[in-house]
């Protein structure tokens, strides 16, 4: 009797779920997402500072606004709620692994971040990179989204320049052809 | 006198602005942004729908958050707010432009979609693509964020899967390699 109904319960499950998965997660696929690669900068009481950012993108036009998503402990990411401003600068194929470090792998609290970067200040005040960078864009912050380990910026564009025809640099050509291998 | 008081505005206004420049914008700046190319899909009342989306990214760890951004007039949108889930089937270099076009361009209320695509469902009942596709998420609806033109949405991953290992289309690949040139 006990078999029968565990016959039945398996042909019952079996035919419910049949063509359905188990909900595993393999955090390997999140690195099929496609990213690029920014600075992004800020200025707070006469200090410039910036970060790396794989994450900004379009969200809306007419005003145009894009969405950055930036770690909580970064102190770029302070000084833009602070100030409500940042700028994008758009990183190319070219841009040096020396670029990422400076500005990805130390913290503006210890270092000018921005001494030896060839850069212009935009309308805003804010610098942005005019090497190794192939757009800027200047934004006003509009909403803050705080989603635990990051906060989504949401910023209204208020200026954008081309400022070259070299290829975007990826995210995944970062680590295919920029980051070292040990 | 006048020309005196002239003079000197404009020395001061050079001395003041002299780094800075015209808020100006330029809307090609948009394109050297770097994005994927994703089929989001949805299912409610029995009907499974899908549509073409270019952003969709990781916001947070621990749990995973993806953000996708969909346009507002879109089906699979409403079927992804009233249901509270969507998949995400990450499309790949060899992606036809039909599954394009068949996504992207057409309505789900005029027609079933999905009909003729190879998919799965996956353990929240909806469907996924498994050909020209390198991985798969499912993701449970935490937030909405109204832009305007667009809705973000933060969704908290509940499965993901590998699907393969050609690499990810980008948007700017689709324009070079697969949209046709007319």
Redesign the interface.
Known sequence: MFYATARLCRVCWSATFA????????????Y??????FVLSARESGKDNGCIAN????????P????I?VQKGNLTREMIERSGAFNVS?LTESVPFETIRNFGMQSGRDTDKLAGFET??????LVYLTEHT?????CKVL?R?D????V?L?GE??????LGKE??C???YYHKAIKPKF
Chains 1, 2 share one sequence.
Request: hydrophobic share 35%.
């Open positions: 063509e359905q998965e188990k909900p595993a997660q393999d955090p390997t696929a999140l099929n997402l496609s990213y690029g690669l994450t900004c993108f379009q969200v809306a036009n007419d145009t606004k894009l969405v998503s758009v212009k200040r935009s309308y805003n005040g192939n757009a800027m864009f200047s909403e989204i989603l635990g380990s990051h989504l949401v564009v208020t200026q954008s320049k081309v290829p975007s990826t995210y995944a």
